[in-house]
């Protein structure tokens, strides 16, 4: 029923290491852009990172040099692997494969998908 799943989240101790997994239903291989938000109960959610079809990657400031994102198009799976993590990493993690142009979908199919998040904690 779902078409993304997020899974990887937990609760980690500052310093340490998360790997994120977005799991799609279908087929990831022409989706333009995969990426990664996070969200802060009272604050608008942000980009964390996003990869494209071509490989370029983007990342929040935030986050560079400790996170790294990547997709595996023969599993169809979109990673956040997350290093050193800090306290103010903690957020629920939303997984986005922007289909609006993926042409191996039906039209109506085309849009942006969103996972129900999962929950990392960064704390002592």
């Known amino acids: 029923q779902a078409q993304v799943a997020e899974s990887g989240g937990g609760l980690v101790q500052p310093g340490g290491s998360l790997k994120l997994s977005c799991a799609a239903s279908e087929s990831i291989r022409y989706t333009s852009t995969v990426g990664w938000y996070r969200q802060v109960p009272g604050k608008q959610r942000e980009l964390v990172a996003t990869?494209?079809?071509?490989?370029?990657?983007n990342y929040a400031d935030s986050v560079k040099g400790r996170f790294a994102i990547s997709r595996d198009n023969e599993k169809n799976t979109v990673f956040l692997q997350m290093n050193n993590l800090r306290p103010e990493d903690t957020a629920v993690y939303y997984c986005n494969l922007d289909r609006s142009q993926d042409f191996s979908v039906p039209m109506w199919r085309r849009k942006e998908y969103w996972g129900q998040g999962t929950q990392v904690t960064v704390s002592s």
């Open positions: 990869v494209t079809i071509g490989g370029i990657t």
